[in-house]
């Protein structure tokens, strides 16, 4: 027998057993929490000693080896547990919680073989992973994804789907054992996965604030250089059979950890990695994307008495990119002819079809320079600020209708809807 083969049957045992555990340790639990009520014995008050006069009895008599303890007046008698329901607790707790570790800590065995693709070509980091997870254990109904605890505290969202793409059900799980440094998702499958079959998903997440400017600070002519650290590989609980992970960063790559790298990308591949096997990897690329960041978003919808929809948003933005060295020279800035240019010259924004009565303003007053293009199904307006956003510069404005950005992160987001009076 392989020693795989040996592992998963060893492990399918364990968690049968806990579960017999955990069955039988309630079952007894309830047993005796039904039949311990009639099964008193009892102890007879001295006819001496009126009911009445019991407490005293029972204070003046505790040092007896029988005295009563868990008791209740049945006839003039004493009643007595058997044994005491705290012991049997002491026992059955225990257990429980040892089953309940045992079936949370272990997970279907299972292997994969993953192709992950990483964009950096903006201010997010866009993970792009296709799994197909293959049961070399017991029936499972869900697998489970690691993502490392550094990854964890910057994720936007994740979400997965199958081969049909169809959504599939995913939430975070604890294990009363798992390794530091890691938080798992439990993604369910659409239908059980039978011992010996594979299943294919996409995993899809992205990650916030996980490019750091390299160097801090640039001057206004220099371009913007940003460094991702990652894996260079996706790190899992389950052994991984083979994996590519590609890096793509839309800008000329200054260094790079090993990996076979061309202008814009960087490849990795890995065979047979055994479970949570981390080999830290860093890219060192030019990235002259905007990263506009809204640290503060409240948006007001007022409803009229006639039926009218008045959206407006007040925005705070902050440009987390490279901050500016020196002083900025708008006659540099005329001249400047990059293509792309880590300074943000205009702000675009996606507004439903046929929007109407939109306006640019900030705390001053009207804002003029702004551009509204309708298509059929969308309305984009350009809008250029008072001033050109460098690294670590701020600007607030107010926006009419209710923009959708693309690339754009929302740090903190409050919604005022504003009914007329009288309205329920």
């Given at each position: 027998?392989?020693?795989?083969?040996?592992?998963?049957?060893?492990?399918?045992?364990?968690?049968?057993?806990?579960?017999?555990?955990?069955?039988?340790?309630?079952?007894?639990?309830?047993?005796?929490?039904?039949?311990?009520p009639?099964?008193?014995?009892?102890?007879?008050?001295?006819?001496?000693?009126?009911?009445?006069?019991y407490?005293?009895?029972?204070?003046?008599?505790?040092?007896?080896?029988?005295?009563?303890?868990?008791?209740?007046?049945?006839?003039g008698?004493?009643?007595?547990?058997?044994?005491?329901?705290?012991?049997?607790?002491?026992?059955?707790?225990?257990?429980?919680?040892?089953?309940a570790?045992?079936?949370?800590?272990?997970?279907?065995?299972?292997?994969?073989?993953?192709?992950?693709?990483?964009?950096?070509?903006?201010?997010?980091?866009?993970?792009?992973?296709?799994?197909?997870?293959?049961?070399g254990?017991?029936?499972?109904?869900?697998f489970?994804?690691?993502?490392?605890?550094?990854?964890?505290?910057?994720?936007?969202?994740?979400?997965?789907?199958?081969?049909?793409?169809?959504k599939?059900?995913?939430?975070?799980?604890?294990?009363?054992?798992?390794?530091?440094?890691?938080?798992?998702?439990?993604?369910?499958?659409?239908?059980?996965?039978?011992?010996?079959?594979?299943?294919?998903?996409?995993?899809e997440?992205?990650?916030?604030?996980?490019?750091?400017?390299?160097p801090?600070?640039?001057?206004?002519?220099?371009?913007?250089?940003?460094?991702?650290?990652?894996?260079?590989?996706?790190?899992?609980?389950?052994?991984v059979?083979?994996?590519t992970?590609?890096?793509?960063?839309?800008?000329?790559?200054?260094?790079?950890?090993?990996?076979?790298?061309?202008?814009?990308?960087?490849?990795?591949?890995?065979?047979?990695?055994?479970?949570?096997?981390?080999?830290?990897?860093?890219?060192?690329?030019?990235?002259?994307?905007p990263?506009?960041?809204?640290?503060?978003?409240?948006?007001?919808?007022?409803?009229?008495?006639?039926?009218?929809?008045?959206?407006?948003?007040?925005?705070?933005?902050?440009?987390?990119?490279?901050?500016?060295?020196?002083?900025?020279?708008r006659?540099d800035?005329?001249?400047?002819?990059?293509?792309?240019?880590?300074i943000?010259?205009?702000?675009?924004?996606?507004?439903?079809?046929?929007?109407?009565?939109?306006?640019?303003?900030?705390?001053?007053?009207?804002?003029?320079?702004?551009?509204?293009?309708?298509?059929?199904?969308?309305?984009?307006?350009?809008?250029?600020?008072?001033?050109?956003?460098?690294?670590?510069?701020?600007?607030?404005?107010?926006?009419?209708?209710?923009?959708?950005?693309?690339?754009l992160?929302?740090?903190?987001?409050?919604?005022?809807?504003?009914?007329?009076?009288?309205?329920?």
């Amino acid at each position: 027998m392989k020693a795989s083969s040996l592992r998963n049957t060893v492990d399918g045992c364990i968690r049968r057993y806990c579960r017999i555990i955990i069955a039988f340790s309630l079952l007894i639990y309830f047993i005796f929490a039904l039949l311990t009520p009639f099964t008193m014995t009892t102890t007879r008050i001295p006819p001496q000693i009126s009911q009445d006069e019991y407490h005293f009895y029972a204070q003046t008599n505790s040092h007896r080896e029988n005295a009563p303890t868990c008791q209740s007046y049945r006839k003039g008698r004493i009643a007595k547990w058997p044994f005491e329901l705290e012991k049997m607790l002491r026992v059955i707790i225990p257990l429980l919680l040892i089953g309940a570790a045992w079936t949370n800590e272990l997970v279907p065995s299972s292997k994969l073989v993953a192709t992950r693709n990483v964009d950096i070509s903006t201010q997010l980091a866009k993970f792009s992973v296709n799994l197909e997870v293959k049961n070399g254990g017991p029936e499972a109904t869900y697998f489970v994804y690691a993502l490392t605890k550094t990854d964890n505290d910057h994720l936007s969202y994740l979400v997965a789907s199958d081969s049909a793409n169809k959504k599939l059900p995913v939430a975070p799980i604890k294990y009363a054992a798992a390794k530091p440094g890691f938080e798992y998702y439990k993604i369910n499958f659409g239908s059980p996965l039978a011992s010996g079959a594979s299943h294919k998903v996409k995993i899809e997440y992205v990650l916030t604030g996980a490019l750091k400017a390299y160097p801090a600070q640039i001057s206004q002519e220099e371009n913007q250089f940003m460094l991702f650290n990652t894996n260079d590989a996706i790190v899992s609980p389950y052994t991984v059979e083979s994996d590519t992970t590609t890096i793509t960063t839309g800008g000329k790559i200054i260094s790079s950890t090993d990996g076979k790298q061309t202008t814009s990308k960087v490849t990795y591949t890995n065979t047979n990695l055994a479970p949570y096997t981390t080999k830290p990897v860093s890219v060192h690329y030019e990235n002259n994307s905007p990263f506009v960041v809204v640290t503060s978003l409240e948006r007001t919808i007022e409803i009229s008495h006639w039926g009218n929809v008045a959206i407006e948003d007040h925005i705070e933005i902050v440009h987390k990119g490279a901050e500016l060295k020196g002083a900025f020279s708008r006659l540099d800035y005329q001249v400047d002819r990059r293509t792309k240019s880590p300074i943000v010259k205009v702000l675009k924004a996606t507004l439903p079809a046929k929007s109407r009565d939109i306006y640019y303003r900030d705390q001053i007053g009207n804002i003029s320079t702004s551009t509204v293009r309708n298509f059929k199904d969308r309305v984009e307006v350009e809008m250029r600020p008072r001033f050109p956003l460098l690294g670590g510069w701020r600007t607030n404005y107010i926006l009419g209708i209710s923009p959708l950005f693309n690339d754009l992160v929302v740090e903190s987001a409050k919604i005022k809807i504003i009914l007329p009076e009288t309205a329920q």
